[in-house]
């Protein structure tokens, strides 16, 4: 059974940084490329924030290339997104999953950026 649960989500300033978790089970993460996502409000689709492959390649959407980190620990099947100079835009409620999964998703992290 897929779990994914998220955290480390909260409300900081604009420039301010968070460091959000994804701790996973039920699927072999190892071998599995990652991504996180986001979605602004209800409703809307996910979009992919960060992409990191199984051996450790990232890309980012442009809007936060230079600004986002993505990592990996596939020992403690983990996933990371260090977000620094955060923007109101940033906004969003941070979700991680495999890129090619089940359908199975988490509840998400609340990220909320102020001016």
């Known amino acids: 059974q897929v779990q994914l649960v998220e955290s480390g989500g909260g409300m900081v300033q604009t420039g301010g940084s968070l460091r959000l978790s994804c701790a996973t089970s039920?699927?072999?993460?190892?071998?599995?490329?990652m991504r996180w996502y986001r979605r602004r409000a209800p409703g809307q689709q996910r979009e992919v924030v960060a992409t990191i492959s199984s051996t450790g390649t990232a890309n980012y959407a442009d809007s936060v290339r230079g600004r986002f980190t993505v990592s990996r620990d596939n020992d403690k099947n983990m996933l990371y997104l260090q977000m620094n100079d955060l923007k109101p835009e940033d906004t969003a409620t941070y979700y991680c999953?495999?890129?090619?999964?089940?359908?199975?998703w988490g509840r998400g992290t609340q990220v909320t950026v102020s001016p």
């Open positions: 999953n495999a890129l090619y999964n089940d359908g199975t």
């Open positions: 039920g699927i072999l993460f190892i071998i599995n490329h």
